[in-house]
């Protein structure tokens, strides 16, 4: 199918139907010149779209060499190396915390038996006299393990040293604390030198909830606790000594055995822990000092709402919950469960220890398969793949309507299969032969082992039963014999939905008794709910309104890039803005499923303690008050837990003010101080240029932006690159001119410095170049001529496209037969730190580039349509 030759034309999508072929080809008519828009919106226009379908699977060929003469060329998967450039950072493996939960739970039943054993052993031996046992000499073996051991410790201490040392020179020259972050201690004092590091910079770059949260985690290390606790001791003692030197007024001889006595204290050096707390001691005592200054509630509520543990990067002790240990025990059982619980609450440690779980104990070429995980959408199955693609290589297939993929190392089914319903659904009962007969030559691993013969299932959004694939996925419920896990967010009808599920699974072969051969065991067809009401809300929500002292100062001017962000403010909306108090007598909290961040109760405190008469009722929930029964709330670290007890008490508290009417003049000037005025937001035609430069400017990006219509999301991204664009081209019109000459410059130097080379190396001497130049003169620097301006770029500095990685993406996409030419709109935004991501846009490989780029270091700018589920 032949590409549109306009540049500025857009790839993929069936939403504008092709035009009737003609029998005689007749000339376009010219199009009139596109007028410059005097509101600098963009120019680019939608051509023709196309249909294009992931048909390909991605492949690269490689040759085996057999000998000197004869050679081989193999056609290999390029998915591993796909999924691996999709892979999470890091991953969590509950299996390790698991595991550790069950032994604390043993370890604490051994100590009370051991406890209660020594105790009866006490009372046997009581009036008896004991011996007293000899010491046991130590072993040379345990000498020469102790002295290796030491021996291992210093060499890793030095290691630590180095790599700090290194970062430490880094930041002085104007690095990032990033640096710092990264480094990994192999030790404690190398742990802890790290933490005062980040507290020192913090504390230089007046970074105050930096600061705070870092110290909190040094006050908890327990190196730190020791240190601190003997270094102060040295320290009285040394003060002391000091006063007595002061007041004593002895003999010549007295003073001598002084001096030897302070010789001697002298002698005593510091321990290396104890000199790091001697050398930081300036930044510990600061940072102290301003938690007296700061009403640290107050503080950690407002301005450190997205740091409270665990959210905290510095202080993140994870213990599983009471209710995902249930879970997680029921799973271990082979038992079935529906968990309902909030968003951002827990539900993907339990889904990825069954995951995980099952596909370790799945033995190779098995003829049941490890573990089906159905997904709603297509960027969950990339995104879910490729985490347990990280954490089990080459045990993952994933089955979209676009493609599907069978590892090639798996002859059997695969340990864990990732799927939509309707995908599965075809791939699975898809009439065949074996896998690999369908073609004249090797295996096929374009599709899936036939089957539903799978040891757990896994329906992750069950809700979606009633969805656009619920047909498909109550199909693939009946017919996966075998325990599940179900979860979701929004499920209104819990009970029913279990007895429904109860109901299948006694369909269930495995749950028949005459049925089940004698080697296997049959299980119960129970369904298991598991409900839980604990959720953690750290997403402010905000309104973007325009600051009229800068809309009238820049009324009938150019407002620079440097200005744009300035234009409109993001003013924090508290929830209570949508609620009045009718609404309250009726429904409570729970039922509306309103959540606060710890800003927003800090704020309806504010309210109620200005408007309520009552003081005396509501003193108890005062934020100091209510946070010293957790410590003192000078220095105690707030966490999200406790702030969630604190929300809790707050709508209690609001709930019972309402339904007494001689505080209803009060609770109306309660919500009326978190009133909208409506007239003052914008509405559906705000410039997204302004809003992406306010959200740049405040730090806020990574950002999505969701659009129902898919149209206007096509729309919006236009515009914004548009609007990139041709401000770029106002505010800065020869721009790629002085690009091109600084590269042409660049040019000329190193073939100078290469022709001075040349000349000494001849024995001439060269004037026009001075002689021959040092390394550095005949290095050329690289002059990106095609890069965007910097200010006219979204992502950070630190997280932009290079021009290298911006050429190995369209490597990726020719490869995998979907080019994008360089100029093309969608290439253009990618470079600017925009991507786009719509089903109608049917680019699959694109689609992975935006969606690899969005959960990686880069802050890419993503307007979505909510047709697809965001990442």
Not at 156 to 172: F, P, R
Request: charged share 30%; hydrophobic share 35%.
């Amino acid at each position: 199918m032949a590409t549109p030759s306009n540049q500025n034309s857009w790839r993929g999508g069936s939403s504008v139907p092709p035009t009737a072929p003609q029998a005689t080809p007749a000339a376009a008519p010219p199009t009139a010149p596109v007028e410059e828009n005097p509101n600098l919106l963009s120019t680019i226009r939608l051509d023709r779209m196309q249909e294009l379908n992931w048909v390909v699977q991605p492949t690269d060929v490689i040759w085996i060499i057999i000998s000197r003469r004869e050679r081989k060329k193999k056609v290999k998967s390029r998915m591993p190396v796909i999924l691996r450039n999709l892979m999470p950072d890091s991953t969590f493996d509950p299996r390790d915390e698991w595991a550790k939960e069950k032994a604390s739970v043993l370890e604490e039943e051994e100590t009370a038996k051991g406890a209660a054993a020594e105790q009866a052993k006490v009372l046997e031996t009581k009036g008896k006299k004991g011996k007293k046992e000899k010491e046991k000499k130590v072993s040379k073996k345990d000498e020469i393990i102790a002295k290796n051991e030491a021996t291992q410790r210093s060499k890793e201490i030095a290691s630590d040293w180095e790599k700090l040392d290194n970062v430490d020179k880094s930041t002085s020259k104007g690095g990032s604390v990033t640096e710092i972050i990264k480094v990994k201690p192999q030790t404690p004092i190398g742990e802890l030198r790290k933490l005062l590091m980040i507290l020192s910079y913090a504390i230089k770059a007046e970074d105050l909830p930096a600061g705070f949260d870092v110290f909190w985690a040094i006050e908890a290390n327990k190196l730190f606790i020791e240190s601190e606790a003997t270094y102060r001791e040295k320290k009285d003692e040394k003060k002391e000594d000091k006063k007595d030197d002061k007041k004593s007024k002895k003999d010549k001889k007295d003073k001598k055995d002084k001096k030897e006595d302070k010789k001697e204290t002298k002698s005593a050096p510091l321990t290396p822990p104890e000199q790091l707390i001697h050398d930081f001691r300036k930044d510990i005592k600061k940072v102290r000092d301003l938690r007296k200054k700061n009403s640290m509630v107050e503080f950690q509520l407002t301005k450190m709402h997205d740091r409270l543990p665990p959210l905290s990067r510095y202080n993140r002790k994870f213990k599983l919950d009471a209710w995902q240990c249930r879970v997680l025990g029921l799973i271990d059982e082979d038992k079935s469960v529906i968990v309902c619980a909030p968003t951002s609450s827990g539900k993907t440690v339990i889904s990825t220890y069954v995951a995980v779980s099952v596909a370790e104990d799945c033995p190779e070429n098995a003829e049941v398969g490890g573990v089906l995980f159905v997904v709603p959408s297509e960027p969950l199955v990339w995104q879910v793949a490729a985490m347990f693609e990280k954490m089990m290589p080459g045990q993952v297939a994933l089955c979209t309507d676009i493609m599907t993929y069978r590892p090639e190392t798996s002859f059997s089914q695969s340990s864990i299969v990732v799927g939509t319903p309707n995908a599965l659904e075809s791939a699975l009962l898809k009439v065949r032969g074996l896998v690999g007969s369908e073609k004249k030559r090797g295996q096929d691993f374009s599709q899936l082992q036939g089957g539903c013969n799978f040891r757990y299932a896994v329906f992750d959004e069950c809700h979606s039963m009633d969805g656009e694939e619920g047909g498909a996925l109550q199909r693939i419920m009946r017919m996966i014999e075998c325990p599940f896990l179900a979860l979701s967010a929004t499920i209104g009808n819990a009970e029913p939905l279990r007895e429904f599920w109860t109901s299948v699974r006694s369909s269930h072969k495995d749950c028949i008794p005459y049925l089940v051969t004698a080697k296997d065991e049959v299980r119960s067809p129970e369904v298991h709910l598991e409900k839980h009401e604990g959720r953690f809300i750290n997403l402010q929500r905000l309104v973007f309104n325009p600051n009229k002292a800068m809309v009238k100062k820049y009324e009938k001017q150019f407002v620079k890039v440097d200005e744009a962000g300035r234009m409109f403010d993001l003013i924090p909306l508290h929830p209570c803005s949508a609620l009045d108090i009718e609404t309250l007598r009726k429904k409570s909290f729970d039922n509306l499923n309103i959540s606060f961040t710890p800003r927003d109760s800090f704020a309806l405190w504010g309210a109620l303690a200005k408007h309520m008469k009552d003081k005396k009722a509501i003193a108890h929930l005062e934020p100091s008050t209510f946070f010293s029964q957790f410590g003192d709330p000078a220095s105690h670290q707030i966490t999200l837990a406790q702030a969630k007890e604190y929300e809790s008490a707050m709508k209690a508290k609001l709930e019972e003010i309402v339904k007494s009417a001689d505080a209803e003049s009060g609770i109306d000037a309660v919500l009326k101080e978190f009133a909208v005025d409506q007239s003052k937001i914008e509405d559906s035609s705000t410039n997204l240029f302004n809003f992406a430069m306010t959200c740049r400017d405040q730090q806020l990006f990574p950002c999505l932006c969701f659009q129902l219509d898919t149209f206007k999301c096509l729309e919006m991204f236009k515009d914004l690159l548009g609007t990139l664009e041709t401000r770029q081209r106002t505010e800065f019109p020869s721009y790629y001119i002085e690009l091109e000459e600084k590269a042409a410059a660049e040019e000329k130097a190193a073939a100078a410095a290469l022709k001075a080379e040349e000349s000494a190396k001849k024995g001439k001497k060269d004037e026009d170049t001075g002689g021959p130049g040092d390394l550095d003169s005949r290095v050329k620097s690289f002059i990106d001529t095609a890069a965007p301006h910097p200010k006219y770029v979204l992502s950070p500095p630190n997280a932009r496209i290079s021009s290298i990685e911006f050429d190995d993406i369209l490597a990726e996409m020719k490869k995998d037969k979907e080019p994008l030419q360089p100029n093309h709109p969608l290439a253009r935004g990618l470079r600017r730190g925009i991507g786009i991501y719509i089903d109608d846009i049917n680019m699959s490989v694109y689609r992975r580039v935006v969606q690899r780029l969005s959960q990686q270091v880069h802050s890419i700018h993503t307007p979505r349509s909510m047709t697809n589920v965001c990442l």
